[in-house]
């Protein structure tokens, strides 16, 4: 059993940046790919990043692209997403999760376990 919690969420101002953190324990946490998911009110949670065990990038859509940066950090059991140029439309409850298949890594169903969700507000 693997236990996700995330941290590093807050209120920012538009243009602003954060570092989220996902710290993992109770599992060998170099053989997960981990991801990042977001879900802003009244929409479905959406891929936004993943990392597989290996360090490779596994990239969803355009709205992040060359803003967020996923790395890792296995000595730390820890996992971050860098988030630059933030944007109010990027004002969301984010999710690290942890899984098994790097074929799946961009959809939910390749994730075993997740963390609690940490909230990020961008004020415009």
């Known amino acids: 059993q693997v236990q996700l919690v995330e941290s590093g969420g807050g209120l920012v101002q538009a243009g602003g940046s954060l570092r989220l953190s996902c710290a993992a324990s109770?599992?060998?946490?170099?053989?997960?790919?981990m991801g990042w998911f977001r879900q802003a009110p009244g929409k479905e949670r959406e891929f936004v990043l993943a990392?597989?065990?290996?360090?490779?990038?596994?990239y969803g859509g355009d709205s992040v692209k060359g803003r967020f940066a996923i790395s890792r950090d296995n000595a730390k059991n820890t996992v971050y997403l860098q988030m630059n140029s933030l944007k109010p439309e990027d004002t969301a409850v984010y999710y690290c999760?942890?899984?098994?298949?790097?074929?799946?890594?961009?959809?939910?169903?390749?994730?075993?376990?997740w963390g609690q969700g940490t909230q990020v507000t961008v004020s415009s």
């Open positions: 999760a942890a899984g098994l298949s790097e074929r799946l890594l961009s959809r939910e169903e390749g994730y075993a376990y």
């Open positions: 109770g599992g060998t946490f170099s053989n997960y790919g």
């Open positions: 990392i597989t065990w290996r360090g490779g990038r596994v």
